[in-house]
């Protein structure tokens, strides 16, 4: 079973970088059931927005328009994690940020789904992000 952890949260400067990594663990790695792995994240009182994703094997990407030039998804292989860099950070990212992976291939049957927070069955508990203008 896939377990997500998100780590590198807090509480940072408008302008400045953020590194986000989500450890994922659960068992062989080349055994997990495992098919895509994205990041999401929600501010008070807003609901979850997709942010990016990641094919877990292929290593293909996709990204919300929102966040198209300032946010990249990538792939630890040495560390079994997929980190979010956030550049140019701004007060309206502050936001709790949870990674989720897709465990059944769900994402795959149509490239719409991969927005869809309901097709990832596997989450982590969050890390919160406060940026200060």
């Known amino acids: 079973q896939v377990q997500l952890a998100e780590s590198g949260g807090g509480l940072v400067q408008a302008g400045e970088s953020l590194r986000l990594s989500c450890a994922v663990s659960g068992g062989t790695l080349s055994a997990l059931s495992l098919y895509r792995v994205a990041w999401f994240r929600q501010a008070p009182e807003e609901e979850r927005e997709f942010l990016a994703a990641?094919?877990?094997?292929?290593?293909?990407?996709t990204y919300a328009d929102s966040v198209k030039g300032r946010f990249t998804i990538s792939k630890d292989d040495a560390k079994s994690a997929v980190i979010l860099q956030i550049d140019s950070l701004k007060p309206e990212d502050t936001a709790d940020y949870y990674c989720?992976?897709?465990?059944?291939?769900?994402?795959?049957?149509?490239?719409?789904?991969?927005?869809?927070?309901?097709?990832?069955?596997?989450w982590g508990q969050g890390a919160q992000v406060t940026v200060s203008s």
């Open positions: 990641l094919s877990w094997r292929g290593e293909a990407t």
């Open positions: 989720a992976a897709d465990t059944t291939g769900r994402t795959f049957f149509s490239s719409s789904l991969i927005y869809r927070r309901e097709m990832y069955g596997s």
